[in-house]
């Protein structure tokens, strides 16, 4: 079966505590009304995790999931959205969208729960994805370098080229190193919701770097939609957004260094 998540609002995405989807219950039923955007699979999906907010107005306060199936009366897909990197995402409205009671994921004011879970396992694949998107690029960009010469000296023996080839090998070896690290701890029960948030910033912005400088390696070529480097690059830049943009993530990392609450 295929699975949506639907978190984002056009009001709340990075902050999702922002939401404001409403889920009221009423006799056996739970009655959904709002919006959500960007949400991805949400034409093919047999299902859709809806988080909304139940009673209480305070920020945090009664965040709750909810499994909606597809074709529930009420529940509208408003149009697609083509994003970069060539799929869609999209904007979907719940207009007094009646779901049974036992629709609730996990527990009622706890819908975080669940979803914290699925994207620190999603943080760490996501590790994995980019270390062999940036191991695809530093191959292209390597090959490329042994044969192209420009100015009677071969790409491969300049050090500008040289350095981002060191620069990236390391990134790409510190990374495998945190994501074993992390799927060891998380093979152990331990909670690595730190290190996913440092994984996400750290594997996305590598990836991103690497087809980057493939791309500028290759020179015209690299500009070609010809070659995979640029779906690679977009696929790197999309991740630097979804799942929570680097910045919402560094904040997290520092906020827990420094013991801050929230
Ligand atoms: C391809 C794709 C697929 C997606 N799929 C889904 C999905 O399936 N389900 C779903 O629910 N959502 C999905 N999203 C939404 C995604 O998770 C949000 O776009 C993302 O969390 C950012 O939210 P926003 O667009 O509202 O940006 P905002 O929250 O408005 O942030 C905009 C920018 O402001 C800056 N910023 C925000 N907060 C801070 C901060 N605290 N400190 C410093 N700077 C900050 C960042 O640079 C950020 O990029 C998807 C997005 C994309 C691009």
């Given at each position: 079966?295929?699975?949506?998540?639907a978190?984002?609002?056009?009001?709340?995405?990075?902050?999702?505590?922002?939401?404001k989807?409403?889920?009221?219950?009423?006799?056996?039923?739970w009655?959904?009304?709002?919006?959500?955007?960007?949400i991805?699979?949400a034409?093919?999906?047999?299902?859709?995790?809806?988080?909304?907010?139940?009673?209480?107005?305070?920020?945090?306060?009664?965040?709750?999931?909810?499994i909606?199936?597809?074709?529930?009366p009420?529940?509208?897909?408003?149009?697609?959205?083509?994003?970069?990197?060539?799929?869609s995402?999209?904007?979907?409205?719940?207009?007094?969208?009646?779901?049974?009671?036992?629709s609730?994921?996990?527990?009622i004011?706890?819908?975080?729960?669940?979803?914290?879970?699925?994207l620190?396992?999603?943080?760490?694949?996501?590790?994995?994805?980019?270390?062999?998107?940036?191991r695809?690029?530093?191959?292209?960009?390597c090959?490329?370098?042994r044969?192209?010469e420009t100015?009677?000296?071969?790409?491969?023996?300049?050090?500008?080229?040289?350095?981002?080839?060191?620069?990236i090998?390391?990134?790409?070896h510190?990374c495998?190193?945190?994501?074993?690290d992390?799927?060891?701890?998380?093979?152990?029960?331990?909670?690595?919701?730190?290190e996913?948030?440092?994984?996400?910033?750290?594997?996305?912005?590598?990836a991103?770097?690497?087809?980057?400088?493939?791309?500028?390696?290759?020179?015209?070529?690299?500009?070609?939609?010809?070659?995979?480097?640029n779906?690679?690059?977009?696929?790197?830049?999309?991740?630097r957004?979804?799942?929570?943009?680097?910045?919402?993530?560094?904040?997290?990392?520092?906020?827990?260094?420094?013991?801050?609450?929230?």
């Amino acid at each position: 079966m295929v699975s949506a998540i639907a978190i984002s609002e056009p009001g709340a995405g990075g902050d999702p505590a922002a939401m404001k989807t409403r889920a009221v219950r009423d006799g056996d039923q739970w009655v959904l009304n709002g919006r959500k955007i960007w949400i991805s699979n949400a034409r093919a999906a047999d299902f859709i995790i809806v988080m909304a907010r139940v009673g209480s107005d305070a920020r945090q306060g009664g965040i709750t999931s909810f499994i909606v199936e597809k074709d529930t009366p009420g529940f509208v897909i408003e149009r697609e959205i083509p994003m970069l990197g060539g799929g869609s995402t999209y904007e979907i409205v719940f207009e007094d969208c009646r779901i049974p009671a036992d629709s609730v994921l996990g527990e009622i004011g706890k819908g975080y729960a669940p979803m914290q879970l699925r994207l620190r396992t999603r943080r760490l694949e996501m590790g994995s994805t980019c270390i062999g998107i940036a191991r695809r690029a530093l191959d292209m960009l390597c090959e490329h370098a042994r044969q192209r010469e420009t100015f009677g000296v071969k790409l491969a023996d300049r050090q500008a080229i040289q350095w981002w080839i060191a620069d990236i090998s390391t990134r790409m070896h510190a990374c495998r190193l945190m994501v074993r690290d992390a799927a060891d701890k998380t093979d152990r029960g331990e909670d690595v919701r730190h290190e996913a948030s440092m994984i996400k910033v750290f594997a996305t912005e590598m990836a991103y770097e690497a087809c980057d400088h493939a791309m500028q390696t290759l020179g015209a070529l690299g500009m070609t939609l010809e070659l995979p480097l640029n779906a690679l690059w977009q696929k790197a830049r999309l991740m630097r957004m979804y799942e929570g943009p680097s910045e919402v993530h560094r904040q997290s990392i520092a906020r827990r260094v420094l013991g801050l609450r929230g």
